[in-house]
């Protein structure tokens, strides 16, 4: 009898843990990693599906999207969705042309928020949940959607995405931004200083010149240090034809200069040096002058001899206008007075010099 209960004890622990690990199962199978891409859906395999949604950065303020795959059935279909700390809304579809079944939407609230809708199906459909909200604040959002009624589960296997490979370098000059535009700043990396090892390399021995030798060959090294010190200069700016470098011949030795000074020194003829024709700038060339507008030679007359015999003579350059308004001939002056003459008695008018 004692033995009897033991094992009656021992069953029900295994039982205990059997119920633990299937819960734990289901736990996790409803909480894997989520897919924000409506081609490659998450696969409902239980009839509850749990998630969490990051906050988003500040400023940043695009919506958290989630997808999930199953299989509706005909009838009824119930969808309950318990939220916290979500705004957004809960949207399914039917594949592949995404026609809308129902639509929940999520309001944020420090306490869990318990929504649910009914739909009814006519014929077994894919359909496709989307989950699309974000976080009024820095806390972390959860989600958890029950199904009933009409629910299948997605069996067997689904296609999933190519993983996609990215390249591991990193590019020191580039600068990293978060989602907001905000850059991020990165610790500098040191530069490790490659050493090379110095390979000695061996040099010639020196020759020793005997010192007979040597005493007359110093006057001849002076001259080609000369001649390098002169030809060494820096050419000046300005466009003048290039110069001919001097050379001097070699100093003999002591004991042929003592041979060669009876006889006449020959004079070395250097080469003549071409003028240098430097660049003159012009002189400025004077500005003309406006021209003085000749002024009209008072020579030119306006002339009117009326009936009763008066003349009357104006400078051209004095009148300003002449018109006739209303059977009067009106001469305005350039001083501003006016005459008027009657049209009538206007015998002859002309312009004469």
Not at 127 to 154: Q, S
């Amino acid at each position: 009898m004692k033995d009897y209960s033991t094992l009656l004890q021992v069953m029900i622990q295994f039982f205990k843990f059997s119920l633990v690990v299937f819960a734990l199962f289901l736990f996790l199978g409803g909480a894997r990693a989520q897919s924000s891409e409506i081609e490659y859906p998450t696969p409902v395999r239980s009839n509850e599906i749990n998630g969490a949604i990051a906050p988003r950065d500040i400023g940043d303020a695009r919506l958290t999207r989630h997808f999930y795959s199953f299989t509706g059935n005909n009838g009824d279909l119930t969808i309950t969705v318990e939220y916290k700390n979500l705004d957004g809304t809960v949207d399914v579809f039917t594949t592949p042309d995404l026609r809308t079944m129902t639509n929940i939407r999520m309001l944020a609230d420090v306490q869990a928020t318990t929504t649910s809708k009914t739909f009814y199906l006519r014929q077994q459909e894919s359909l496709i949940l989307r989950v699309e909200a974000r976080t009024p604040n820095d806390n972390e959002g959860t989600y958890r959607i029950r199904f009933a009624g009409a629910f299948a589960p997605v069996v067997g296997e689904v296609q999933t995405p190519e993983p996609i490979t990215t390249a591991s370098g990193h590019d020191p000059n580039a600068r990293r931004v978060n989602s907001a535009g905000a850059r991020i700043e990165e610790p500098r990396q040191e530069s490790t200083a490659i050493t090379t090892p110095t390979v000695p390399t061996a040099q010639p021995a020196e020759t020793t010149a005997n010192p007979a030798s040597s005493e007359p060959a110093k006057p001849a090294s002076a001259s080609p240090s000369r001649t390098t010190s002169r030809t060494s200069r820096k050419p000046s700016s300005r466009n003048r034809s290039p110069r001919a470098t001097r050379t001097q011949p070699p100093s003999t030795p002591p004991a042929e200069r003592t041979s060669t000074e009876n006889a006449p020194a020959a004079s070395p003829t250097a080469p003549a040096r071409p003028s240098t024709a430097r660049r003159r700038t012009p002189a400025r060339a004077a500005r003309p002058q406006p021209e003085a507008t000749p002024q009209p030679e008072p020579s030119t007359r306006l002339i009117i001899e009326t009936r009763d015999g008066m003349r009357v003579e104006r400078y051209m350059n004095t009148v300003r206008r002449v018109t006739v308004e209303n059977g009067m001939v009106v001469i305005v002056m350039n001083d501003g007075t006016i005459q008027r003459q009657p049209l009538a008695n206007i015998l002859r008018m002309t312009i004469e010099p």
